[in-house]
């Protein structure tokens, strides 16, 4: 079914960036489009960028655009968020979840069916 | 952009009784986007349903979805011990990607 394992919270001051990994197994990575999620201590779910299986294409929630990049490496079955210029509302637990998506019976679905366990970013 | 709307926002119930969680969309929906998650504290959410009323791999029949339109359904037949947990819906658009409902926490009573 697969796994993800995210690294490389931690604290980090105002201001400043932190780079976050996704590593991928059990599963084709490069086949699969990716999304990072995070949850802020206490708080729901919030989604914070997209991108497909070859990079072509990539979206950002508006409260991280400018500010967060996504990328990934297929040869390493990795996924990465370069943050920037990160806030204190940045604070949060950040999750990379694999996208699955098919079309059947004129229904396209779309959900993310499997999450890494998170990594804690804490800006302060 | 779609917001979703969960009530109510926290649910006391005891083990074996019926848990009926609602999810309700600013505008109409298709069915194929929205899915519903648990989440235990501590812990990563995991997809229950999707499409409305598809259960994903390994969740137990008395995990149920329903609904159309605007407005949603959860269902747990009978509550486990393991089933307190706060609820997420999520749908799936062009702007953002995804959006999230705020919960509903299913607590012990």
């Known amino acids: 079914e697969g796994q993800l394992v995210e690294s490389g919270g931690g604290w980090v001051q105002p201001g400043g960036s932190l780079r976050l990994s996704c590593a991928a197994s059990?599963?084709?990575?490069?086949?699969?489009?990716m999304n990072w999620v995070r949850q802020a201590p206490g708080k729901g779910l919030e989604w914070v960028s997209y991108?497909?299986?070859?990079?072509?294409?990539?979206y950002y929630a508006d409260s991280v655009k400018g500010r967060f990049t996504i990328s990934r490496d297929n040869a390493k079955n990795s996924l990465y968020l370069q943050m920037n210029s990160l806030r204190a509302e940045d604070t949060a637990v950040y999750y990379c979840?694999?996208?699955?998506?098919?079309?059947?019976?004129?229904?396209?679905?779309?959900?993310?069916?499997?999450w890494g366990k998170g990594t804690t970013v804490t800006v302060s | 952009e779609i917001v979703l709307t969960q009530s109510p926002g926290t649910l006391s119930l005891s083990p074996g009784e019926r848990a009926t969680l609602s999810c309700r969309a600013s505008?109409?929906?298709?069915?194929?986007?929205l899915a519903w998650y648990q989440q235990k504290p501590g812990q990563a959410p995991r997809l229950l349903i999707y499409?409305?009323?598809s259960r994903a791999i390994g969740i137990p029949d008395r995990f149920s979805g329903s609904g159309s339109g605007t407005d949603f359904t959860l269902t747990i037949s009978r509550l486990e011990p393991e089933d307190f947990a706060v609820y997420y819906c999520?749908?799936?658009?062009?702007?953002?990607?995804?959006?999230f409902g705020p919960g509903t926490k299913v607590d012990i009573k």
């Open positions: 979840a694999r996208e699955y998506s098919y079309g059947y019976a004129n229904y396209d679905y779309y959900y993310m069916d499997v």
């Open positions: 059990g599963f084709t990575f490069s086949s699969n489009e």
């Open positions: 991108i497909s299986g070859r990079s072509k294409t990539t």
């Open positions: 505008q109409s929906v298709s069915r194929g986007y």
């Open positions: 499409g409305a009323s």
């Open positions: 999520q749908h799936y658009g062009s702007s953002p990607r995804f959006t």
